[in-house]
Structure formats: structure tokens, C-alpha cells
Nanobody, 124 residues
């Protein structure tokens, strides 16, 4: 069974940091692009960041550039999202997703495998 499991969410004050993890089971991430998405209450899901499997090229939404950093550790079969300088508007359920193929770049569409999500709440 192909599965992604997110962890690392929680409650943090504005300006704080969190590190989300996305662990894969049943498949190896070497052959997948990985994306992080989020969905806030009453809003559509949006792409936050993604990383390609070739050359680990990255892409970020304008709203998180300079604050979030995506990385992958193929040896651990995991992808991470370091989130710094968090704002209340970052509050959402965060999902990781995977798309199979060999890509030198990544975009926020056509993902095939999705995790269940982890809640991030930024509040004082």
C-alpha cells in the first residue's frame, strides 16, 4: 500500500517555527516529486512548496517565499518543510503529496498520492 504520513504540526505563536515531516511507506521517494499543500477553513487547497526528484529543484508559493524551506532525504524516504516566521494566515491543514516520474522541476498539479494531513495553528 502506497502511503504518505505527515507529522510535526501543532500550535505555535506568531513568529515561531515548525518543521513538518512527510514519510513514505510502500514506495521509494527517489522516483517522485513531492509537494506540500494546505487548506484553511473555507478556502481552497493551495500549493505551498514542492521539490523535484531530479536535482531537488524547488518551487514556493509567493506567500511563503523566504520563510519556508522544503528539503528531501531519500535515504530516510522523507521530505520536510521547515516553516519559520509563521503568521496566523499560515493556519491550515498541511498535506504532502507525490507524483511519480523523473522531473527536473515541480509544479502544484497532478499529484497522485496524498497524505491525511497535519494541523498547523498559528495563534497567540
Amino acid at each position: 500500500q502506497l502511503q504518505l504520513v505527515e507529522s510535526g504540526g501543532g500550535l505555535v505563536q506568531p513568529g515561531g517555527s515548525l518543521r513538518l515531516s512527510c514519510a513514505a511507506s510502500g514506495f521509494t521517494l527517489d522516483y517522485y516529486n513531492i509537494g506540500w499543500f494546505r487548506q484553511a477553513p473555507g478556502k481552497e487547497r493551495e500549493g505551498v512548496s514542492c521539490i523535484s526528484n531530479l536535482y531537488s529543484n524547488t518551487n514556493y508559493a509567493d506567500s511563503v517565499k523566504g520563510r519556508f524551506t522544503i528539503s528531501r532525504d531519500n535515504a530516510k524516504n522523507a521530505v520536510y518543510l521547515q516553516m519559520n516566521s509563521l503568521k496566523p494566515e499560515d493556519t491550515a491543514i498541511y498535506y504532502c503529496a507525490a507524483i511519480h516520474g523523473m522531473f527536473s522541476r515541480c509544479v502544484f498539479s497532478d499529484y497522485e498520492i496524498w497524505g491525511q494531513g497535519t494541523q498547523v495553528t498559528v495563534s497567540s
